[in-house]
């Protein structure tokens, strides 16, 4: 999942599921796992039996530590106590169902009962209403639905948007929402945007210096709660402009507070400041900054805000200064030195490029949106590498088995290595050097052989390089040897291409008296010591390569 435009990270069906027992028991094992690490009222051996026995009883354990959490915020004065009683009536609801669904259904179910458990010590207002809320939703449509296997985004009747996500079920999902309430304000729908706006209110979080609203689930390297500098940033730019149609001041207040986490959720870099899509990362996505700079210049104008104008002037200017190095001269990077764009985050970059130069009247953003967007219809470029060696694939001895292909490609794209007109490699590449290797059987007519690079580039553009034959040769010869003796010590050097040790024997005569010493295998060219018994010997060494062809070297007198 890239935060922009959060594309799901998978699906699966409950048609045709295979090992449906071992996920949920996985869901169960990550409940226990929570409650452990919670150090929940139960201790750590009742954890662990709970985990073997069944999921009822996993869920009784996690809803026991749900429960002390919620008993702790309420005397803490955190948590209304008429809430918490709803709350507990919603876990009860979720314990009693989740059993009784289909598995995949269960483990969804048991997987959001366990991240409340693991939450329940940070439990206060905001948190509890949204955590409850998504758990609530969940059995809502779990129980009357299949899990979805497409990207579904469900509003609530308070107009909260949930976004599925497989294995974690469907998840409140900040960035989502304030898109759902800018789409609100610009459509005029001015009560749907109150309703929307009360209750993300109800759901911000005083943090960072301002008001955050969390993610409860992991990803990547994050473990929830955890917030993104863009989401805050177009939270701002959306309360401001709800304020506008629906005359709220606390909207305006949010909005002043989510400009201000948005400001903490950065790094300084020697170009200037960029925002952290995720606050656990530092990772510099390119998408994240010019949203963010286009959402705060707007903020700043709805919300007379001249602090967040100039604040925004700085992401701009940064992403003006590294804009060429997101910028491979085929395609656009989606984070500084990091992959490539897909093409859905390439397109996306462009038109906030064309935003920027709308929102600043710079040519250079619209001139980089142009050259951008001439990415979108060049084919991939494919060069030739170093030219490939001929392989040796009889013997099959693991040595030169196979033909190394090396090239380059101008864009991501998916390359096919052509020998006879027939597909025989096929790889994802990045922009830059790639690899194939053709392994010829066997029985591959010895000799050359046609080949060539087919590219599919991200954009679905096709182009193909012919490349120079490729050899295939037998090597059925014996092996070329030059040895002598030195001391007690016999050398040799090989000249056999397809050779990649030698089996060597030395023969000793004496009269009618022979002696044969087996050496062992050896590297092409090497020497070894050479035991000779008393007298003097005629000697021969015996070379033989992996294609089972010897050669003898008389090595004279010792």
């Known amino acids: 999942m890239h935060h922009a435009t959060t594309p799901q990270v998978g699906y699966f069906s409950e048609a045709g599921v295979r090992a449906v027992g071992v996920r949920a028991a996985v869901a169960v094992a990550a409940v226990a796992v929570a409650v452990l690490a919670l150090g929940g009222p139960a201790g750590a051996a009742d954890v662990r039996t709970a985990a073997t026995d069944s999921p009822a009883a996993t869920l009784a354990v996690a809803a026991t530590a749900v429960k ?28 009693s169902v989740a059993p009784t669904l289909p598995p995949l259904r269960t483990a969804v179910l048991m997987t959001l009962i366990g991240d409340l458990a693991a939450a329940a010590p940070l439990f206060d207002a905001p948190r509890t209403l949204t955590l409850f809320s998504t758990l609530a939703l969940n059995v809502e449509r779990l129980s009357a639905s299949p899990i979805p296997t497409t990207r579904t985004d469900v509003t609530a009747a308070d107009g909260v948007v949930y976004r599925w996500f497989a294995g974690q079920g469907f998840r409140f999902h900040p960035l989502a929402n304030f898109a ?21 209110l109800a759901r911000a979080e005083p943090a960072h210096g301002g008001l955050v609203w969390e993610y409860w689930f992991p990803f990547d390297r994050g473990k929830p709660p955890w917030v993104s500098g863009m989401a805050e940033a177009v939270a701002a730019q959306a309360l401001a402009r709800a304020v506008g149609v629906v005359g709220d001041p606390a909207l305006l207040d949010a909005a002043h507070a989510a400009y201000r986490a948005a400001t903490s959720l950065t790094v300084q870099l020697p170009a200037g ?15 994240a900054q010019l949203q963010t700079a286009i959402s705060l210049a707007e903020y700043a104008e709805n919300g007379d805000d001249p602090a967040a104008a100039a604040f925004a002037a700085r992401l701009r200017a940064a992403a003006m200064t590294l804009l060429p190095r997101f910028d491979t001269g085929a395609w656009s990077l989606y984070s500084l030195a990091g992959p490539e ?19 600043t009247g710079d040519p250079v953003w619209a001139a980089t949106a142009d050259r951008f967007t001439r990415y979108e219809t060049e084919p991939a470029l494919l060069g030739p590498g170093a030219p490939s060696p001929a392989a040796y694939p009889v013997p099959a001895d693991g040595y030169r088995d196979d033909v190394p292909v090396a090239f380059s490609v101008s864009k991501r794209s998916t390359v ?38 087919v590219a599919h580039a991200v954009n679905g553009l096709a182009t193909t390089l012919e490349l120079p034959p490729l050899e295939v040769r037998h090597d059925l010869r014996a092996p070329v040897v030059s040895a002598r003796i030195v001391g007690r010590w016999v050398a040799w050097t090989t000249t056999d291409e397809g050779t990649p040790w030698l089996e060597l024997r030395v023969v000793l005569r004496q009269g009618a008296r022979v002696l044969t010493t087996d050496l062992g295998r050896h590297a092409p060219a090497g020497a070894v010591a050479l035991p000779v018994p008393p007298g003097r010997w005629r000697a021969e060494l015996i070379a033989t390569n992996s294609a089972g062809k010897g050669r003898r070297v008389p090595l004279g007198s010792l």
């Open 68 to 95: 002390r959490g919620l008993r702790n915020a309420v005397a803490a004065g955190s948590v209304n106590p008429v809430d918490a009683a709803r709350y507990r009536s919603m876990l009860s609801g979720a314990v």
């Open 180 to 200: 759902a309430l800018n789409n609100l304000v610009s459509g005029h729908d001015y009560d749907g945007a109150e309703r929307l706006g009360v209750a993300l």
């Open 273 to 287: 400041l960029w925002v952290q899509l995720y606050s656990f990362s530092k990772e510099l996505v390119l998408n």
């Open 341 to 359: 764009a897909d093409t859905g985050y390439h397109q996306f970059v462009v038109d906030l490029l064309r935003k920027l130069g709308t929102q």
């Open 416 to 453: 096919a290595l052509l020998v006879d007109g027939k597909p025989v490699a096929r790889g994802e590449f990045a922009h830059g050097a790639g690899l194939l290797d053709w392994t010829p059987g066997v029985d591959t007519t010895p000799g050359l052989h046609p080949a060539s690079l």
